[in-house]
C-alpha cells in the first residue's frame, strides 16, 4: 500500500487549500450574516453563488464522482485529502464545490443506474449545480436501522406507480432548488426474500400528493446549507413506471451501493474537522491565562492536544487504507474496513470536538466559534448512514465466521 500523493492530487490540493483560505473560510462569517437577512432561511446566501462561480472557474468541481465523463474522475486514494480539506468547513465547502450530500449520492445512484431519459433530465442539471435533491428512505414508524422494515408503498397502476408512506430527516429537502426526490419503498411487500422487496423511484417535488410537512432540527441545528432535513408525506403520489431506477426488487442493493461511498466521504471530512478542532484548541491554549499561566501550559491541555493528534494519524491512516481497497478490489472487499471507518471515526472525532469545547469554556457552545455545529454534525453519524450498532454487529460476525 502506497499513499503517497500523486501529482494530480498534489496539484488539486495546493488549489483547494488556497481557496479554502482566500475564499471560503473568509465567507464563513459573511455567509452567516447575509442568511440573516434572506426572506427564507433555506436560500443560499449570494456568497455561497459567488464561491460555486469560483470554484468552478478553478476546475474545483464534481471532484467526488470516478466516473471521469461526469465528473473529476478521481480515485477514492485521491478524493480522500480533497475531501479532508472540504471538512474544515463542512457547511460550506462541499456546497460550494458540488460535492455536498445527498446530491453526491444521488448523482452517483443515477450515473450507475439511472437510463439515458433519467442522466439527462436529473443529472445533467445536478451535475451543474442547477437544482438541488434528496434521498428519502429514513422513516420515522418503524427502526430505519433495518432497511428491510421501510413500510412506504410503491404500487404499480398500469403505467405508474403510486407512493403511499411518511419519511422523515431527508436531507436537501427543504432546499427551493430540490426539484427531485430518489425514494425508496416496497413494490412487493409480501415477497420470499425481504432484500428484494424494495425498489427505487424518481419522484419530482411538485407532484402533486408530496408533501413538506415540516423541517427536521438535529440539536437545534437546521443545517441549511445542505438544505435542511424535512418530514415529508407521499399520499398517494403518481410518477411514470419510466421513474424507475434499476430494476424492481433493486432498491436494496442500490442503496447498499449508495452508501458504501457516502460513508468514506463522511469520514474522510470527519478527519477535515476533526484536524480544525485542533487547530482551534492551539489558537486558544497559547492566547488565555487561567490561573496564572497559559493554557497552553497546563497538562491536561498537553495531554488533549496529542491525544488529538495520535487519534487523527491513526484515523487518516484507516481512512486511507480503505480508499485503497475500494480502488483495488471494489467496495465489497473493503467491506470489513468501510464499517471499520464508520464506527471509529464519528467516535473519536466526537472526543475531539468535545475537548476542543471544553478548553473554550463558554465560547465552545456558543455560535461565535464552529465546534458546537460541528459537534452536532459529527455526532449524527453515529446514527446516520446505519448506526454504530448495525455496523458492530456486521463486523462482529464477519469475524466470528473465521472461527465457527
Known amino acids: 500500500m502506497d499513499f503517497a500523493f500523486d501529482a494530480r492530487t498534489e496539484e488539486l490540493r495546493a488549489k483547494l487549500l488556497a481557496f479554502m483560505d482566500e475564499h471560503v473560510h473568509p465567507a464563513e462569517a459573511v455567509a452567516h450574516e447575509q442568511r440573516e437577512r434572506l426572506a427564507s432561511p433555506w436560500e443560499n446566501p449570494p ?3 459567488e464561491l460555486k462561480a469560483e470554484a468552478r472557474r478553478q476546475g474545483l468541481w464534481n471532484l467526488f464522482l470516478p466516473d471521469s465523463e461526469y465528473g473529476a474522475g478521481l480515485t477514492n486514494l485521491q478524493y480522500a485529502p480533497l475531501a479532508e480539506i472540504m471538512g474544515r468547513s463542512p457547511q460550506l465547502a462541499p456546497t460550494v464545490t458540488n460535492c455536498a450530500a445527498p446530491d ?3 448523482m ?3 450515473t450507475q443506474f439511472g437510463d439515458e431519459q433519467q442522466r439527462k433530465q436529473w443529472l445533467e442539471p445536478l451535475l451543474a449545480g442547477e437544482i438541488r435533491s434528496a434521498f428519502a428512505m429514513t422513516e420515522p414508524d418503524v427502526a430505519s436501522s433495518d432497511a428491510t422494515n421501510i413500510t412506504t408503498h410503491i404500487e404499480r397502476d398500469g403505467d405508474e406507480y403510486v407512493i403511499t408512506g411518511r419519511k422523515w430527516y431527508i436531507s436537501g429537502a427543504m432546499h427551493p432548488d430540490c426539484k427531485i ?3 425508496m419503498g416496497k413494490t412487493d411487500p409480501d415477497g420470499e426474500d425481504i432484500r428484494r422487496q424494495q425498489s427505487m423511484v424518481l419522484v419530482p417535488r411538485d407532484t ?3 408533501t413538506i410537512k415540516r423541517a427536521m432540527q438535529v440539536f437545534g441545528y437546521e443545517d441549511h446549507y445542505h438544505g435542511g432535513h424535512a418530514e415529508v408525506i407521499f399520499d398517494g403520489a403518481r410518477v411514470p413506471v ?6 424492481e426488487g433493486g432498491g436494496f442493493a442500490i442503496a447498499q451501493a449508495r452508501l458504501g461511498p457516502g460513508r468514506i466521504h463522511h469520514c474522510m471530512r470527519l ?8 487547530e482551534l484548541m492551539c489558537r486558544r ?3 488565555r491565562q487561567a490561573f496564572g499561566k497559559a493554557l497552553a501550559q497546563q497538562g491536561v491541555v498537553h495531554n488533549w492536544i496529542a491525544d488529538a493528534r495520535v487519534t487523527v494519524e491513526q484515523l487518516r491512516l484507516l481512512v486511507l487504507k480503505t480508499a485503497w481497497l475500494m480502488d483495488t478490489v471494489g467496495n465489497r472487499g473493503a467491506h470489513t474496513e468501510i464499517q471499520a471507518i464508520k464506527i471509529a471515526t464519528p467516535r473519536a472525532v466526537v472526543e475531539i470536538l468535545d475537548r476542543a469545547i471544553q478548553l473554550h469554556g463558554a465560547g465552545g457552545v456558543s455560535q461565535d466559534f464552529p465546534l458546537a455545529e460541528l459537534y452536532a454534525g459529527a455526532r449524527t453519524l453515529m446514527i446516520a448512514d446505519g448506526p454504530d450498532e448495525v455496523h458492530q454487529r456486521s463486523l462482529a460476525r464477519r469475524e466470528l465466521k473465521r472461527y465457527v
Request: charged letters at 15%.
Open 108 to 110: 452517483e445512484v443515477l
Open 47 to 49: 456568497v455561497v453563488e
Open 271 to 278: 478527519i477535515g474537522m476533526a484536524e480544525r478542532a485542533i
Open 104 to 106: 453526491t449520492g444521488n
Open 285 to 287: 491554549a497559547v492566547s
Open 242 to 247: 419510466s421513474n424507475l431506477v434499476g430494476e
Open 208 to 210: 402533486p400528493g408530496v
Open 181 to 183: 426526490f430518489i425514494v
